[in-house]
Each structure stands twice: as C-alpha cells, then as structure tokens.
C-alpha cells in the first residue's frame, strides 16, 4: 500500500505523569504498524523523548508538520507538539491535575483534527481518571470524552 494511502491516526499520548508515553513509544517501535497506517502522535516531544530514551529504543522523533511531507515508517515517530504541559512539571507515578488537563487536552485536540478531516481515526493512551476528576472533567475516560 502506498503512504499516501494509508490512514492517519491520531495517537494520544494519555496522562504524561503516567504510562501513556511510554506504551506509546514501544508501541510506535513496532514496524509492521507503518505497513498499515501512519501514526501522528499528539503529545510533547520532550516527554516523549525521556519515554523512549528509558527504554532505550532507536526511533527518531519529529515534529509534524501539516500540509508537508512527513516521513512515515520504522524508527520514526511523528508528533504534534503541544504545550499542554511544561515537561519540568511532571512527576512520574504522581496522580497531578496539569497532567489530567493534558491528557484531556490531548483527546480533544485529536478529536478537533478528525472532525476537521485532517486525520482519520484516533487510537487512545492510558489517562488517569482522578487526574481528570482534579480538572473538573466530568467525563470518566477517554470514550466519554
């Protein structure tokens, strides 16, 4: 299938002070994955980095850039950066509510770019419900969202 072809899918990066980057990163390290779709994180790339660096995995992390070509397939990730959360901010293990909003943020944003037709389907990490409850998020998970 060309790369054209396939779907791009938009992959949360779940709550930061969690294991969403780092399920995100070995999952992304796997290369019959690019034969089907083209993954696009949504996330920070700094937390990301520290998720691949821990496990020691050979990818290459590149900001996404819309309307450009991107370079889809093994050993590369490609992120939509945001500056949900200042990577300094979070506590690994910590249930925090600056990683609840982002981890909220995360999935509306993906949802905002599905809708929009810019990418096609979403693929959700981990989020930590009390963090969500510490933002006043009403809804209790990712689904409900």
Known sequence: ????????????????????????????????????????????????????????????????????????????????????IEPEAVNIGDVQKQSGRASYLYIKRATELILEAKLDAMATAPIHKEALKLVGIPEAGCTEI
């Open 1 to 84: 299938m060309n790369n054209e072809n396939k779907p791009l899918i938009a992959v949360t990066m779940g709550d930061p002070s969690g294991v969403g980057p780092e399920i995100v990163a070995l999952a992304l390290n796997a290369d019959d994955l690019y034969e089907k779709a083209r993954p696009v994180v949504i996330g920070s790339i700094p937390i990301l980095t520290q998720a691949v660096e821990l496990y020691d995995l050979d990818l290459d992390i590149n900001e996404f850039k819309e309307d450009q070509q991107n370079d889809f397939g093994p050993g590369k990730i490609n992120v939509i950066d945001s500056n949900f």
